[in-house]
């Protein structure tokens, strides 16, 4: 096995990459329908014949060779530094055929690179529907390299391409003698004095080399500036060269569709894309549309999830209520139901809902929807100092926000990827969806108004709106302050609509919700159980009164009496008062007081920085070890809608519920993003803006929504 064989995929976004990179090397990565969706290298080994592996790498997709953002680059460096570990010994061109001229244009680049190349050709389909016919084996001739039908989405034409791949390896196909284009004649002097300063393979090389030269990070510093003085002493001028490059491509591009493929009059057939489109992508239906897809979107988590919710948080009562009964009563028992379990129980309750929420999502993905949405909204983008590419990275804040970030990418704009970064954290995230979810279930009505209308379901809806719309005003106030000057442009091929793939949305819904319990899970349960033991114990200075004191008056009552219950109940909620969280919370309580939260609610912010979904795991644990013991069987819902005042109120009040929701919706409590903008931004004082401006924000609002409600 030759574990240094380098196989990279390329081609035009939404070619079937990723789909193929699947179908090779068995790995789950996901599969999205719209443009951009693979922004890093992805790797994954492939057996290509028995004895013969392979390093696969599934490189962000292009539209040509010449890099415009930073993940066209990712996939430019690899095809043109010769140093890289990356550096692949051959390249598959993923190539749409029912898109045949526009793929071909990147694959005629690539061949001139001298690299061998294979063409996986996809969507034939699709071509076959449009009634274009593709002769395969006159294509191969005329390219002068190995074409290969495919259908990676259904596993065919896998065999044929791993033979091949193996027959390629073993220099059975050898790389065309002849350049696609005269590349040379383009600017031969400049061209001959490059290949004098840097060792390439080929004429195109060079010619990349000279026109991209100062962003080229293998170059050396003399490297560059010999390149520089060669360009200088010819009177180079890219901008020609290149625009003369693309004619010369496409009129040898128009010769072989000639020989090769025949198509049909596109006036005499419509595909029933397009006919579709012209609903979905109406001017006023079209957002009609949209919102109705998003309404049923989250009226479904609601109505969906609320059976398997209601079954695992009754469950967990019922466990803790038993649990209590059969154990002895020491710190032990406290221990594993107040903190080990009550912590597993406040991120479990939300497993199903987060899985029905990336189940549709991925079906928006799959069914070609998702692209029509950046489509939609590209002219209220616009208005705001954005465009419809940073519509991508915005939805998927409603993941996640760090992917979301790193989606960002894409965006070739400077000031347009620079704002979408900034408000990307304002979408609400699958973290904020057992928030919302807890709170709405208090303080918004079961209600069903016209007999299937949920007045929840519409709440959560709100909540999402409430973040977008937000997060484009602020979007419209940095605007005005980025002063970053750059013309952009969005150009966004429309996938095709499709049936969702099934199987591939049962595997996302099953791989988010292990990583909802992996990594969410983990971070709540360490914290519960640290929580116990700040909520259990105290300094010996408050709570030893606490002890004699209700020693003392439990002493004078009878031990099963309605009086020592009463007695028991007030004890214990003192000594958490008295413990290190409540002297904690009591401290902070004076600052939050004012948006109707009391100090466990301030417990909760704080810990819940660290991850916001750690707010449910952490309510969980402070009123489990508040309660009596007999109480455990209670449902947090329970606990929380019981909760009062000292004077008697109940804290969760409309007022209080609608608040926090407020606070959360618009508040920076997530580390990992604060990471992510510091990396992707590469300085501290973004990530630090950010999270002043969305504080401020979080507690400007919820102070108003508190005090309106009030």
């Known amino acids: 096995m030759q574990d240094s064989i380098n196989i990279a995929l390329v081609g035009n976004p939404n070619s079937g990459k990723s789909s193929l990179f699947n179908a090779l090397t068995g790995l789950n990565q996901k599969v999205g329908n719209f443009p951009g969706v693979t922004v890093d290298k992805k790797t994954g080994v492939a057996e290509i014949v028995p004895g013969l592996s392979a390093n696969i790498i599934d490189l962000p997709g292009t539209y040509s060779l010449y890099p415009k953002s930073a993940d066209e680059y990712v996939t430019y460096d690899v095809l043109i530094n010769q140093q890289s570990a990356d550096t692949p010994k051959l390249v598959i061109i993923v190539a749409d055929a029912s898109n045949l001229k526009r793929n071909l244009l990147f694959c005629s680049q690539i061949i001139d690179l001298k690299i061998p190349v294979i063409i996986a050709l996809t969507m034939m389909d699709i071509a ?9 084996d006159g294509l191969e001739r005329e390219i002068g390299v190995p074409v290969v039908a495919i259908n990676p989405r259904k596993s065919k034409g896998i065999t044929e391409i791993k033979k091949t791949i193996d027959l390629a390896l073993r220099s059975q196909y050898s790389v065309p003698p002849r350049d696609f284009i005269n590349n040379n004649a383009l600017a031969p002097q400049v061209i001959d004095g490059v290949k004098q300063i840097v060792p390439v393979k080929s004429d195109y090389a060079a010619l990349h080399v000279a026109v991209n030269a100062p962003e080229l990070n293998f170059l050396t510093a003399n490297q560059k500036q010999g390149i520089q003085q060669t360009l200088k002493t010819n009177h180079f001028n890219k901008t020609t060269v290149q625009a003369e490059e693309i004619m010369q491509r496409y009129a040898r591009i128009k010769h072989i569709m000639k020989a090769a493929v025949v198509e049909s009059d596109p006036l005499q057939k419509q595909l029933q894309s397009e006919k579709i489109d012209d609903l979905l992508l109406h001017r006023f239906w079209g957002y009609v549309i949209l919102l109705f897809v998003m309404f049923l979107l989250f009226q479904s988590i609601f109505w969906l999830a609320s059976y398997p919710m209601d079954w695992i948080e009754g469950g967990f009562g019922a466990l803790s209520g038993w649990l209590s009964q059969i154990l002895p009563d ?85 000031k347009e ?68 000057r750059e013309k952009s442009y969005f150009i966004m091929e429309l996938p095709v609509y499709r049936a969702p793939r099934w199987a591939n949305v049962g595997t996302t819904m099953i791989e988010k919700a292990k990583i909802f319990i992996k ?28 002890h004699q004191k209700y020693e003392k008056l439990l002493a004078d009552v009878p031990e099963e009496s309605p009086e020592a219950q009463v007695l028991n109940k007030e004890f214990q909620s003192e000594k958490l008062a008295n413990s290190y969280a409540g002297i904690l919370g009591h401290t902070i309580e004076p600052a939050i007081r004012p948006l109707g939260f009391d100090w466990k609610i301030g417990i909760a912010l704080i810990t819940s920085f660290a991850a916001r979904e750690v707010f449910v795991g952490t309510m969980a644990t402070l009123y489990s070890v508040g309660e009596d013991p007999e109480n455990n069987n209670a449902t947090l819902r329970e606990k929380l ?14 007022a209080a519920g ?50 309106i409600f009030k």
């Not at 076959?128 to 395969?136: C, M, Q, S, T």
């Not at 970064?421 to 928030?435: D, E």
């Not at 914290?527 to 009164?545: D, K």
Request: charged fraction near 15%; aromatic fraction near 12%; proline fraction near 4%.
């Open 128 to 136: 076959r529907k449009k009634g274009v016919e593709i002769d395969l």
């Open 330 to 414: 020491n710190k032990v028992t406290d221990f594993f139901i107040n903190g080990i379990l009550a912590g597993i129980s406040g991120f479990a309750v939300f497993v199903p809902q987060i899985m029905i929420l990336f189940g549709l999502i991925t079906i928006l993905e799959d069914t070609g929807y998702m692209a029509r949405i950046s489509f939609l909204t590209d002219r209220l983008m616009r208005q705001v100092g954005l465009n419809g590419k940073s519509v991508m990275p915005l939805i998927s804040g409603v993941a996640c926000a760090v992917p979301a970030i790193m989606a960002t990418r894409t965006i070739e704009n400077r």
């Open 417 to 484: 990827r620079l704002i979408t970064i900034m408000v990307t954290p304002l979408m609400s995230c699958s973290a904020r969806l057992p928030i919302y979810t807890m709170m709405i279930a208090l303080v918004v009505p079961d209600i069903r108004v016209f007999g299937f209308l949920s007045l929840q379901g519409v709440a959560m809806m709100g909540l999402y709106l409430l973040g977008f719309f937000m997060a484009i005003l602020i979007a419209a106030v940095m605007k005005m302050f980025v002063k970053i």
């Open 519 to 546: 990594d969410a899970g983990k971070v709540i349960v360490v914290i519960s159980v640290i929580l116990w033991f700040l909520a259990s114990y105290g300094p010996a200075s408050r709570m030893e009164p606490v």
């Open 641 to 654: 809608s019981s909760a009062k005042w000292p004077d008697g109120r109940p804290v969760y009040t409309k």
């Open 658 to 707: 609608f608040s926090l929701m407020i606070f959360y919706a618009f508040a920076m409590q997530c580390m990992s993003t604060l990471a992510i903008v510091r990396r992707e931004t590469k300085s501290w004082k973004y990530p630090l803006i950010q999270l002043a401006y969305m504080t401020t924000l979080a507690y400007i609002c919820s102070f108003i929504v508190y005090h």
